[in-house]
């Protein structure tokens, strides 16, 4: 049995014939693995769902009760036989329930990781590296441009602007799942405990991360608030509410941006963002290319983003590497939309 037997890109997205099932297809299926809970791979309307529970109940929070037929839970580190094959989840250091998905078959076993990310992050499962011989790795920040840094000293420069501008307002945007409530949680852990503010689109995910056992410390809901009240505080957004006409409910506010896009400059001053932080639940070049080492693989499909140099990496350093045409991935950060009835 060869690697493509197991699984194959089919316009639905990732499929495991021998299991009867897609991997975060991207059109309803009778059978869908799903890795996480950003909408570009957790969509609804599928037969049933396999997934963590966390990522379960943000597919609900989302879409509502009657997301899928039926649904089922899994643990990471837990098995389950599906077909000919053998499903086993691991964390991908992603968002809170974010997995890799190991399908094991005969003797061969391939891992897809989703999204993933190898650095530090207080509100989910770390990075697990799982030995396998086919690796399938995100490319989302795949050229050696992107080195993210460390995100506690883009919170720092955060912070610094809050104490140099006690009479201006800073607006964080961050995507709505993962981002912002890691952003909230490395603030705190730099020693701000003032109340921090929400846009209504973040509420309902950020609080179900609390549920969860995430500590987050005192938010409230900035809808209502004065203005003049909101002068040194810190308010968190989806993206796109911070470039709209919702911003001048703020005193002379700050935009920020917590993105590993903001390592281009053009992308911070086409976005208008007045102080950028690079921060991303996505892994940089370094952690692509040490992960795929750590592996252990001898094949690596790359998918959804720099594909062209990673897959030359891959093959300058002995690896059978190849992209993987799957459509339909983009990144959840430039696309997130403000939903309609969304009132901050």
């Not at 250091?93 to 061969?108: F, N, P, R, T």
Request: with cysteine.
């Amino acid at each position: 049995m060869r690697p493509q037997d197991i699984l194959i890109p089919v316009p639905a997205g990732l499929c495991c014939k021998p299991g009867g099932f897609h991997i975060d297809p991207v059109r309803p299926v009778e059978r869908a693995v799903i890795t996480h809970g950003h909408s570009d791979h957790a969509r609804a309307g599928h037969g049933a769902v396999l997934a963590t529970r966390e990522t379960l109940d943000i597919m609900r929070l989302r879409y509502g009760e009657n997301f899928a037929g039926t649904t089922q839970a899994i643990g990471y580190g837990e098995k389950i036989q599906l077909g000919d094959v053998t499903v086993k989840f691991h964390p991908a250091g992603h968002v809170l329930g974010s997995a890799q998905i190991a399908v094991s078959c005969k003797d061969i076993c391939i891992v897809a990781s989703g999204d993933y990310k190898d650095a530090r992050d207080p509100t989910c499962a770390p990075f697990e590296v799982v030995p396998c011989d086919v690796f399938i790795t995100e490319a989302t920040f795949g050229l050696p441009v992107f080195r993210h840094g460390d995100a506690a000293d883009e919170i720092d420069k955060l912070l610094a602007s809050v104490a140099l501008f006690p009479e201006r307002a800073h607006l964080v945007g961050a995507y709505s799942l993962g981002k912002a409530q890691r952003v909230i949680a490395l603030i705190r852990e730099a020693g701000y405990d003032a109340p921090i503010y929400l846009h209504g689109a973040m509420e309902k995910i950020t609080r179900y991360y609390e549920s969860r056992g995430v500590p987050l410390g005192e938010l409230r809901p900035v809808k209502g608030v004065k203005k003049a009240e909101l002068a040194g505080t810190i308010t968190l957004a989806p993206p796109s509410a911070t470039s709209d006409i919702w911003t001048r409910r703020f005193p002379d506010p700050v935009t920020a941006f917590a993105s590993g896009w903001m390592r281009v400059r053009a992308r911070a001053r086409q976005r208008g963002v007045e102080l950028p932080l690079v921060i991303s639940d996505h892994a940089d070049w370094d952690g692509l290319t040490a992960t795929i080492a750590a592996t252990g693989a001898g094949e690596v499909w790359v998918t959804h983003g720099q594909e062209d140099a990673l897959v030359h990496w891959c093959q300058t350093s002995g690896l059978a590497a190849r992209p993987l045409d799957l459509v339909g991935y983009g990144d959840e950060e430039e696309s997130e939309a403000l939903p309609e009835d969304a009132e901050a």
